[in-house]
């Protein structure tokens, strides 16, 4: 049996890597490429499995190093990023004798990728904080294509010597936009997620008008890109629609965390509260 926490690995990524050390928990279909950027950076990134070891094994080719549980990949980690779904998912990362925050020490910095709350991210922020361990909230926009090319757009909140601190290492995956304290990452984001679904019913309901015509769609869409109706989600049109059974489960859960973020400042959302009865695998 291999000792993830032994000596010899320490010496091993002193030997091969330098710099901080990052773990990276979630790799998923964006979080796979994302760690990837880490390691071709030449950082040391440690990670574990959850329900498929795919990802695991195929960047253990470019030096990933497996830990039991998220515990063991924070003890080896100065950085901890989760990209997991949600809240719940977070929780079960780092809390608990076997989760990241355990296995942290005072200085460590835990990033948190994924799309949730922003008072979830400002309450974890205040809970490490006891334990000196900063907290950065860095949702990340963009798809898999970008993830793979390091060019995702993140998001991010948190105190400005902690994103300095951290910068050599997001920059691997993308451009950061500093958006303010923690939990204002999450804010940008959702609005993004509430303008993005919106956009994507409405190209679906002027697609219908226009194909109730007999004009073909082909065209249609080069005259959006081309007019003031342009938009990622237009530009994207040929991968979007195919696949927004999947990722309509991910943009309902992300545009019902932007109408409770709305309705936590008692901000009207109409058009985004329209959008989100529209959205999801079924439609």
Request: proline share 5%.
């Amino acid at each position: 049996a291999f000792s993830f926490s032994s000596t010899i690995v320490e010496r091993i990524w002193e030997d091969e890597f330098m710099g901080e050390r990052v773990g990276f928990i979630g790799l998923g279909d964006i979080g796979t490429p994302m760690a990837g950027r880490i390691l071709e950076g030449g950082y040391r990134v440690a990670s574990c499995a959850h329900r498929r070891r795919e990802a695991i094994e195929m960047l253990e080719a470019s030096g990933l190093v497996e830990a039991p549980n998220p515990y063991e990949v924070a003890r080896q980690s100065d950085i901890l990023i989760t990209m997991v779904v949600d809240e719940a998912q977070t929780d079960a990362v780092l809390r608990g004798k076997e989760g990241g925050l355990a296995g942290l020490v005072p200085g460590s910095t835990v990033v948190v990728m994924s799309t949730v709350s922003p008072d979830y991210c400002k309450a974890l922020a205040v809970e490490a904080a006891d334990a000196g361990i900063d907290v950065l909230d860095c949702p990340v926009s963009g798809g898999r294509p970008r993830a793979a090319e390091g060019s995702l757009a993140l998001i991010c909140g948190g105190e400005p010597v902690t994103v300095e601190r951290c910068r050599p290492v997001l920059e691997k995956m993308g451009t950061i936009f500093h958006c303010g304290p923690v939990g204002m990452g999450q804010v940008a984001k959702l609005a993004n997620q509430g303008l993005t679904a919106a956009q994507f019913r409405l190209v679906q309901e002027v697609r219908a008008m226009a194909a109730a015509y007999g004009m073909d769609l082909d065209t249609l869409m080069d005259v959006i890109r081309s007019s003031t109706g342009a938009s990622f989600i237009a530009e994207n049109w040929s991968f979007l629609e195919p696949n927004w059974r999947h990722l309509g489960r991910m943009a309902k859960k992300d545009i019902d965390l932007c109408l409770a973020a709305g309705r936590d400042r008692e901000v009207a959302m109409p058009l985004v509260e329209a959008a989100s009865h529209l959205t999801g695998p079924s439609n």
